[in-house]
């Protein structure tokens, strides 16, 4: 089975912290993705990756970077955080280059900045 | 732009009643389709997909949808649904040919009530 993980459930952090989220895959997809979950808004896409050391902008990527140093692992941060980037966190991934191919979602991280 | 439509965002039920979600995609052109479920608690979960052929697809655990291309619908039924059905359902959607990014829906809560 393709397994998803992420580095936390829940993380409570500050407001201009840097934050870091980090999540794993063991299926060598070559893309990987994250979301951002609000209640009413469904998933947005943040950022996604096609390959190592390649990105693309999703629909709000204001406020986040990314990095994808090796093929299994895509990191999320957050320069300096801020109490509208409290959200479900989501990664997912899936193999393939063009539409069809199921992304499989890690649990989510929980992020409250105070 | 492409968008998906969820209209109901929650639909209480009884235990063993049949249930209807609806799901309106905006593409004019070939698309691939999706339904996710995401349980209380966790990431989501691929439910079931159409790509093309056969315009009525199904889940393991009793689910299906119709692919209607003249009304732009994905809507997902179930005939009879379990206290175990509870959870939110997303429908989304990615263009054929296109990089496998999904458009999600904004969800509907699916409560099944004993």
């Known amino acids: 089975d393709v397994k998803v993980t992420q580095s936390s459930r829940y993380l409570v952090k500050r407001t201009g912290e840097k934050v870091f989220l980090e999540c794993v895959q063991d299926m060598d997809h070559e893309n990987m993705f994250w979301y951002r979950q609000d209640p009413g808004l469904g998933l947005r896409l943040i950022y996604f990756s096609y390959d190592v050391k390649m990105k693309e902008k999703g629909d709000i990527p204001e406020g986040y970077s990314v990095s994808r140093e090796k093929k299994e692992r895509f990191s999320l941060i957050l320069e300096s955080a801020s109490t509208n980037q409290t959200s479900m966190y989501l990664c997912a991934s899936s193999s393939g280059s063009v539409g069809g191919y199921e992304q499989y979602f890690g649990p989510g991280t929980r992020l409250t900045v105070t | 732009a492409q968008s998906v439509t969820q209209l109901d965002s929650q639909v209480p039920v009884f235990e063993e009643a049949p249930v209807e979600l609806r799901c309106n995609y905006s593409s004019s052109v070939s698309v691939y389709l999706f339904w996710y479920v995401q349980y209380p608690n966790q990431g989501l979960q691929l439910l079931l997909k159409?790509?093309?052929?056969?315009?009525l697809v199904e889940s393991i655990n009793g689910f299906e949808a119709e692919f209607n291309k003249s009304q732009t619908s994905f809507h997902l039924r179930k005939p009879s649904v379990h206290i175990s059905d509870t959870a939110e359902y997303f429908c989304?959607?990615?263009?054929?040919?296109?990089?496998?990014?999904?458009?999600f829906g904004t969800g509907t809560l699916l409560a099944v009530q004993p």
């Open positions: 989304a959607e990615t263009r054929n040919g296109a990089t496998n990014k999904l458009i």
């Open positions: 159409y790509l093309s052929g056969s315009t």
